[in-house]
C-alpha cells in the first residue's frame, strides 16, 4: 500500500522560504509523475509543481519562478521548494502521483503572512 506523509509546512512572512519533503512508501517516486497540489480555504484543490518519471519539472504558472520540485530518488522523498512567498500561497499543500490515485495525505499547513 503506497503512503504519503508531508512535512516542512510552517508560519512564514511575506517573501520567506518553505521547503515541503513528502516521503513515500510502497512505491518509488521514479517510477510515476508525481505532484505538489494545494487547497486553499474555499477553493477546491490545484496541482502546482509536477515532475514526470523523466524528471522533467512542469509548473503552474501562478508559482513558476518561485517553486521547485525535485526529488530524491535514494530516500524516496519529493520536494517542493519555496520561495518568495506571498499570501496567496496560504493552503494546505499535498502530494501525490498525477493522476491523485493514492489516498491523501494529511497535507502540510503553509501559511504567508503578509
Known amino acids: 500500500q503506497v503512503q504519503l506523509v508531508e512535512s516542512g509546512g510552517g508560519l512564514v512572512q511575506a517573501g520567506g522560504s518553505l521547503r515541503l519533503s513528502c516521503a513515500v512508501s510502497g512505491r518509488s517516486t521514479s517510477v510515476n509523475t508525481m505532484g505538489w497540489y494545494r487547497q486553499a480555504p474555499g477553493k477546491q484543490r490545484e496541482l502546482v509543481a509536477q515532475?514526470?518519471?523523466?524528471?522533467?519539472?512542469i509548473y503552474a504558472d501562478s508559482v513558476k519562478g518561485r517553486f521547485a520540485i525535485f526529488r530524491n530518488s535514494v530516500a524516496n522523498t519529493v520536494y517542493l521548494q519555496m520561495s518568495s512567498l506571498k499570501p496567496e500561497d496560504t493552503a494546505v499543500y499535498y502530494c501525490n502521483q498525477i493522476p491523485p490515485t493514492v489516498d491523501w495525505g494529511q497535507g502540510a499547513q503553509v501559511t504567508v503572512s503578509s
Open positions: 515532475m514526470t518519471a523523466g524528471g522533467n519539472p
